[in-house]
C-alpha cells in the first residue's frame, strides 16, 4: 500500500543535485530512447505516413490516460489526493518511458529476438568458448534462459538504467515493472495471473477470456540478471516484498490497454481495413453479455451520423471506464486500510462484467485475433522479420568469435575476415561503452569469467539491434545484406 516512505524521491545512485521528480521528467522529454520512438510504429511496422501512430504518440496517450485514472483516483482516496502532484510527476513520466525497450516491429520483434537467441546460443556458446568448455551451473539455470527471453519492459531497465545511466527514481522504475520477480528466482504458479491478465486483453480465443499464452515464450522475470541490482534497489526502495508490485504500476498497465484497445482499430480504420461491417460482423461476438448492447448501439449510431467509431468511444465510454476502474482500484487501496491488496482475480472478473471496460477489452481481442491476422500488416511483419533476423545473424558473427579475438578487434586491430572489425565500428558508442564497464565491473557475480564476457557481448548486440528504429534497421539490412552469413 502506497505511504508517505514511499513517495520520498530515491535513486540508485546518490546525487547532490536533487529536483525531485522533476529531474524524472526533464531527463525522460530529453533522452535519445524518447526521441526515437517517434520512428517505432505501434501497429503497422516501417509505416512512415505522419498518421500512423508511433511508440512516442502512443505513449504521449497512456500519459494523459493514466493522468485521467489518477486524478479520478484523487477524489476517491485521500492520500492520492493530498500527494497529488508527486503521483501525477511519477504516473506521467513513467508514462512517456515505459516503451523505450521495445525493440522494432514491437512484440512482434520480441518473438523474432527470442526464437533467435533460442536456436543458436548453445552454438554461439561452443563457438565462443570452445566445445570443450563446460557450462557453469549458473549459465544452465540462469544466464542462458535470460538471454534465450527477450522482454521490451526488461530492456527498459537496461536502456534506462544501464546504458543511458539515467539515475531515475526508483519509484518511477518501479511503475514501469510489471513482472515483480529477478531472473533465479522461483516465479509461483499463480504468477500467471499477470498472464492471464494481457491474455484478456490481447489474447486468443472467441470469447475474448483467457485462452492459451498470448506471451509466446517472453520473460516470466521482470528484469534481466544484467539490472538484477538495480531491481533489488527498487525493491527495497519502495518496500516491496517478493512477487509484490508497485502500486502505481497496475495504474500505467490499465492506461496501457485502454490506449491500445482504441488506437488498434482507430489506425486501421483510417487505413480501410475495418469497417462497420466488419465491426457488427466480428466485434460484438467478443462482447459477452455485458458490452454487446452497448456495441450495437454505437455501432448504429455510426451508421446514422457517419462519425468515427473510435471517436465516439472515446467521448461517450471512455471517461465511465477510466471512472469505473478508480472506482474498482480505491476499493483495494484505501488508504485507511491496512489490509488493503490487489486481487488479480477480482480486476479480471471487474473488467468482464463492467460495460465500458469490457467493450475496451473486446476491442483489443478483436484487433489482435482479426485486424493483426491481415495480409497488410502480415506482409509488413514479414520485411520487418527479414531485416530483424537478417541483423541478428549478421553481427552474430561477432558472437561466435573467441574472447581474445574480439578483444583484438576492440583495441582497433583487424582479423583475417575484414568484415568483422567494420562491423564492430559501426556498433554505437553508449553501448559499446556499456559492454567495457559491464566486462571491467566486479559488483554483479559471476561463476565464470569467461561466461561473464560473452553474455555481456551478446547483450551488446542485442541492445544496438533492438535500439534501431524500424526505418534505420531496414536502411542498416540493405547496407549489409549483400554480406555472406
Known amino acids: 500500500m502506497l505511504d508517505s516512505s514511499k513517495l520520498e524521491v530515491v535513486r540508485f545512485y546518490p546525487t547532490d543535485v536533487e529536483w525531485g521528480y522533476d529531474y524524472d521528467r526533464e531527463a ?36 494523459c490516460r493514466v493522468r485521467s485514472v489518477v486524478m479520478a483516483l484523487s477524489e476517491r482516496l485521500d492520500f492520492y489526493g493530498e500527494h497529488l ?15 523505450v525497450g521495445n525493440p522494432p516491429f514491437g512484440h512482434f520483434g520480441e518473438r523474432v529476438i527470442s526464437c533467435f537467441m533460442e536456436r543458436n546460443l548453445d ?5 565462443s568458448l570452445g566445445p570443450s568448455h563446460v557450462p557453469s551451473a549458473q549459465w544452465t539455470s540462469l544466464l542462458a534462459p535470460d538471454l534465450r527471453h527477450f522482454d521490451g519492459n526488461a530492456q527498459n531497465l537496461r536502456i534506462l538504467h544501464s546504458i543511458q545511466k539515467l539515475n531515475l527514481s526508483a519509484q518511477v522504475l518501479g511503475s514501469c515493472i510489471k513482472v515483480p520477480y529477478l531472473a533465479g528466482e522461483d516465479v509461483p504458479e499463480e504468477a500467471d495471473d499477470d498472464e492471464e491478465e494481457e491474455e484478456l486483453w490481447t489474447g486468443t480465443g472467441g470469447t475474448g477470456l483467457p485462452a492459451g499464452s498470448f506471451r509466446g515464450g517472453k520473460s516470466p522475470f521482470g528484469c534481466f540478471y544484467s539490472e538484477s541490482m538495480l531491481f533489488q534497489f527498487i525493491r527495497e526502495a519502495l518496500e516491496m516484498e517478493e512477487g ?23 489506425d486501421s480504420w483510417e487505413r ?5 461491417d466488419d465491426l457488427q460482423r466480428d466485434l460484438i461476438p467478443y ?30 465510454c471512455l471517461p465511465r471506464a477510466i471512472d469505473s476502474f478508480a472506482a474498482f482500484f480505491a476499493s483495494y487501496f484505501d488508504a485507511e486500510s491496512s489490509e488493503a491488496g490487489y486481487d488479480q482475480e477480482d480486476y479480471l472478473s471487474f473488467v468482464s462484467r463492467d460495460q465500458e471496460n469490457r467493450l475496451l477489452q473486446a476491442m483489443a481481442v478483436y484487433a489482435r485475433e482479426k485486424i493483426f491476422r491481415k495480409r497488410e500488416i502480415e506482409s509488413l511483419e514479414l520485411t520487418g522479420h527479414s531485416a530483424l533476423h537478417g541483423l541478428l545473424k549478421i553481427y552474430g558473427r561477432l558472437l561466435a568469435l573467441p574472447r581474445r579475438d574480439f578483444e583484438i578487434l576492440l583495441a582497433g586491430g583487424e582479423l583475417a575476415d575484414p568484415v568483422l572489425s567494420r562491423l564492430v565500428h559501426r556498433i554505437s558508442r553508449r553501448v559499446m561503452e556499456t559492454y567495457v564497464e559491464s566486462v571491467a565491473d566486479s559488483d554483479l557475480i559471476f561463476a565464470d569469467k569467461d561466461e561473464r564476457e560473452l553474455y555481456f557481448r551478446i547483450r551488446l548486440i542485442i541492445d544496438y539491434i533492438t535500439g534501431m528504429t524500424d526505418t534505420y534497421i ?12
Not at 123 to 127: D, N, V
Open 28 to 63: 525522460a522529454v530529453t533522452t535519445a530512447p524518447v526521441r526515437r520512438l517517434q520512428q517505432k510504429t505501434q501497429v503497422y511496422p516501417l509505416d512512415i505516413k505522419a498518421s500512423a501512430r508511433s511508440r512516442l504518440t502512443h505513449s504521449l496517450e497512456v500519459q
Open 85 to 99: 502532484f508527486d503521483i501525477l510527476s511519477v504516473c506521467e513520466t513513467a508514462a512517456l518511458i515505459h516503451d
Open 123 to 127: 552454438q554461439i556458446y561452443a563457438s
Open 244 to 266: 509484490e508490485r508497485f502500486e502505481l504500476s497496475h495504474i500505467l498497465e490499465y492506461a496501457d490497454n485502454i490506449s491500445y484497445a482504441l488506437a488498434d482499430i482507430e
Open 272 to 276: 480501410g481495413l475495418v469497417s462497420l
Open 287 to 316: 462482447c459477452g453479455e455485458a458490452a454487446e448492447s452497448l456495441a450495437g448501439e454505437l455501432i448504429s449510431q455510426c451508421r446514422e451520423e457517419g462519425c468515427s467509431f473510435t471517436e465516439l468511444v472515446r467521448t461517450r
Open 474 to 485: 531496414q536502411a542498416e539490412f540493405s547496407n549489409l545484406r549483400g554480406f555472406t552469413y
